[in-house]
T-cell receptor
Framework: DQQVKQNSPSLSVQEGRISILNCDYT??????FLWYKKYPAEGPTFLIS?????DKNEDGRFTVFLNKSAKHLSLHIVPSQPGDSAVYFC????????????FGQGTRLTINP | EADIYQTPRYLVIGTGKKITLECSQT?????MYWYQQDPGMELHLIHY???????EKGDLSSESTVSRIRTEHFPLTLESARPSHTSQYLC??????????FGSGTRLTVV
């Protein structure tokens, strides 16, 4: 039972354009979401997060949007840069019982020059 | 500057060997985790610990074992490595559930 889903395994975007990565979730109890970025052979690094009391959070070129009614969040990167090429994971914490983060499958973003 | 360290970064080892993947953190976090990730797949939680002498199995069944004798140290051991254990192993720690700090990972290849 995958509670966080990223249905696009890969995305290719031209440098300078907007990258939009999507994430859906099934657990209505989730109240916080995170995006991690991962380069090959490296551990994931935290990118940006959003609380369910907000519908938008912005940090420089990165903006996360949350649509609670649709159980959907998206990460926007504007403008996209070659260094943004990586795998992006969305995640949500489970705070009941075994407290842990659950991750989506990841989306591989490739920025083309 | 990394506050959580994993060694080795890469390991190629023969079938049947015993291996220990090291993970140490300097942040004083009580919670530590081991995830396993195959290319193109999500991160699967295989072990976690909420403090010294506390260890639990995660969502993904794993033949590995862990120990937590000191707060800062959370090693993972495979008694007899097999090719099916080939994967990337990621260690993480957190002060709370709202975000982890990950190590750089260990890429294990069993031949």
């Amino acid at each position: 039972d995958q509670q966080v889903k990223q249905n696009s395994p890969s995305l290719s975007v031209q440098e300078g354009r907007i990258s939009i990565l999507n994430c859906d979730y099934t657990n209505s109890m989730f109240d916080y979401f995170l995006w991690y970025k991962k380069y090959p052979a490296e551990g994931p690094t935290f990118l940006i997060s959003i609380s369910s009391i907000k519908d938008k959070n912005e940090d420089g070129r990165f903006t996360v949007f949350l649509n609670k009614s649709a159980k959907h969040l998206s990460l926007h990167i504007v403008p996209s840069q070659p260094g943004d090429s990586a795998v992006y994971f969305c995640a949500a914490p489970i705070i009941q019982g075994a407290q842990k983060l659950v991750f989506g499958q990841g989306t591989r973003l490739t920025i083309n020059p | 500057e990394a506050d959580i360290y994993q060694t080795p970064r890469y390991l190629v080892i023969g079938t049947g060997k015993k291996i220990t993947l090291e993970c140490s953190q300097t942040m004083g976090h009580d919670k530590m985790y081991w995830y396993q990730q195959d290319p193109g797949m999500e991160l699967h939680l295989i072990h976690y610990s909420y403090g010294v002498n506390s260890t639990e199995k995660g969502d993904l069944s794993s033949e590995s074992t862990v120990s937590r004798i000191r707060t800062e140290h959370f090693p993972l051991t495979l008694e007899s490595a097999r090719p099916s254990h080939t994967s990337q192993y990621l260690c993480a720690s957190s002060a709370n559930t709202y975000g982890y700090t990950f190590g750089s990972g260990t890429r294990l290849t069993v031949v």
